[in-house]
C-alpha cells in the first residue's frame, strides 16, 4: 500500500519570503510520480509540480522547486518570492501502477501574510 | 487549454435518492478517476476507469456507487441510495497515459440532507 504523509497541517509565510513544505511518501513500486496539487478556497485542484521517481533532478516550475530525496522518500515543496495568491491548501499525492491512481496527503493550509 | 467539466457545481438531495454526477473529461485522455473531498478533509480516492471498466476501486466504492462511460465523452458517478455521510465535494479526473498528471474538474458540491 502507498501512503503519504503530511505532518504539519499550517503554515505562515510572509509575502516575498520563502516557504518550505514537508511531505514524506512510501511505496514498495520502484516506477512512480510525485505531485504537489494547489486547493485554493474555490476547491479546484490545481497541479502545482511534477518529479518522476527515475529523475535524480529536481523539478521547478517558475516560483516552484521540489527538494526530491528518494532514499529518505521525503519530497519537499519550495515557494519563493511568495504571493498572496499562493495563499491555499496544499496536498502532495504519490502515483503508481498502471492506473496512476493518486494517494494525496492529508494536505497543508499555507497562509501568506501582507 | 482543454479542461475537465462537471456539472451540477452543487446537488441538494435527501437521504435515500439516488444522485448521478456527469464529467466530460478531456477528449484525448483515456484514464478517468473520481475521488471524493469530505469539508476539510484529505482527497480520497473512490474509483479508476480504463477501456471502459472499473479498473481499480477502493473500499469506499461499495455497491452503492456506479460509475458508467455511456456515450464515449461522459463519465458518471451514480450513488442509488444516498446517506449522510455521502455529503463531500466530489472530484472527477482524467489523464492521458500513465504517469501523466490527472486534471481535475471543479467538482460537485453533494449535500444530503
Known amino acids: 500500500a502507498q501512503t503519504v504523509t503530511q505532518s504539519q497541517p499550517e503554515m505562515s509565510v510572509q509575502e516575498a519570503e520563502t516557504v518550505t513544505l514537508s511531505c514524506t511518501y512510501d511505496?514498495?513500486?520502484?516506477?512512480?510520480?510525485l505531485f504537489w496539487y494547489k486547493q485554493p478556497p474555490s476547491r479546484q485542484m490545481i497541479l502545482v509540480i511534477r518529479?518522476?521517481?527515475?529523475?535524480?533532478q529536481n523539478a521547478t516550475e517558475n516560483r516552484f522547486s521540489v527538494n526530491f530525496q528518494k532514499a529518505a522518500k521525503s519530497f519537499s515543496l519550495k515557494i519563493s518570492d511568495s504571493q498572496l495568491g499562493d495563499a491555499a491548501m496544499y496536498f502532495c499525492?504519490?502515483?503508481?501502477?498502471?492506473?496512476?491512481?493518486?494517494?494525496f496527503g492529508k494536505g497543508i493550509t499555507l497562509s501568506v501574510r501582507p | 487549454e482543454p479542461e475537465v467539466t462537471q456539472t451540477p457545481s452543487h446537488q441538494v438531495t435527501q437521504m435515500g435518492q439516488e444522485v448521478i454526477l456527469r464529467c466530460v473529461p478531456i477528449?484525448?485522455?483515456?484514464?478517468f478517476y473520481w475521488y471524493r473531498q469530505i469539508l476539510g478533509q484529505k482527497v480520497e480516492f473512490l474509483v479508476s476507469?480504463?477501456?471502459?471498466?472499473?479498473?481499480?476501486k477502493s473500499e469506499i466504492f461499495d455497491d452503492q456507487f456506479s460509475v458508467e462511460r455511456p456515450d464515449g465523452s461522459n463519465f458518471t458517478l451514480k450513488i442509488r441510495s444516498t446517506k449522510l455521510e455521502d455529503s463531500a465535494m466530489y472530484f472527477c479526473?482524467?489523464?492521458?497515459?500513465?504517469?501523466?498528471?490527472?486534471?481535475f474538474g471543479n467538482g460537485t458540491r453533494l449535500t444530503v440532507t
Open positions: 479526473a482524467s489523464s492521458r497515459r500513465t504517469g501523466s498528471p490527472l486534471h
Open positions: 511505496t514498495s513500486e520502484s516506477d512512480y510520480y
Open positions: 518529479q518522476e521517481a527515475y529523475k535524480q
Open positions: 499525492a504519490l502515483s503508481t501502477g498502471a492506473n496512476s491512481k493518486l494517494t
Open positions: 477528449s484525448n485522455h483515456l484514464y
Open positions: 476507469f480504463y477501456n471502459n471498466e472499473i479498473s481499480e
